[in-house]
């Protein structure tokens, strides 16, 4: 009889879906050689949002990314595991300057991607958003948790 009402009720209940992490968004500025950049960033500055990273999604807008924050300095190795688009991966030390950059990891995969030496944090964009922007090892990125946060910076691109 227990079979026959849980094939009535539609059979057991559906596992729940995984708990998706919210992120926290804050405003970001990258300095070249010859202007600024502006992005909002999401903040991986949790374990579980660490974990979850941009997996899965399908699409972000050119001017968005996330920024991981570690806590600590530290060698970092990134994957790229449920993660659809690819993405540039910008490795940044404790002062905000960028340390290495791989630029459009491949999606889906599971080959780790070093920081090649100590760093702070991991900035992740839009694949070939670094080449496009003229991104390099050597400028600054500006945000609170490097301590040089700016609001408005001179010299900023139009539209970005």
């Not at 708990?19 to 950049?37: K, P, Y």
């Not at 399908?58 to 920024?67: A, H, K, V, W």
């Amino acid at each position: 009889m227990l079979i026959l009402a849980l094939g009535l009720a539609g059979g057991p209940p559906a596992p729940a879906p995984l708990a998706r992490e919210s992120f926290s968004t804050s405003e970001l500025w990258i300095g070249t050689s010859s202007t600024r950049h502006r992005f909002v960033v999401e903040m991986a500055d949790t374990p579980a949002r660490r974990s979850q990273g941009l997996m899965f999604r399908e699409s972000m807008p050119i001017d968005r990314g996330m920024l991981f924050d570690f806590g600590r300095i530290q060698d970092v190795a990134m994957w790229m595991r449920n993660t659809l688009i690819p993405l540039d991966m910008l490795f940044i030390n404790a002062d905000g300057t960028i340390h290495h950059i791989i630029v459009a990891a491949e999606p889906q995969t599971d080959t780790t991607r070093s920081s090649n030496g100590k760093v702070a944090a991991v900035l992740e964009l839009n694949g070939h958003v670094s080449e496009l922007l003229g991104i390099s090892v050597g400028d600054t990125v500006y945000h609170a948790m490097f301590g040089n946060e700016l609001v408005h910076p001179p010299g900023a691109a139009a539209g970005n």
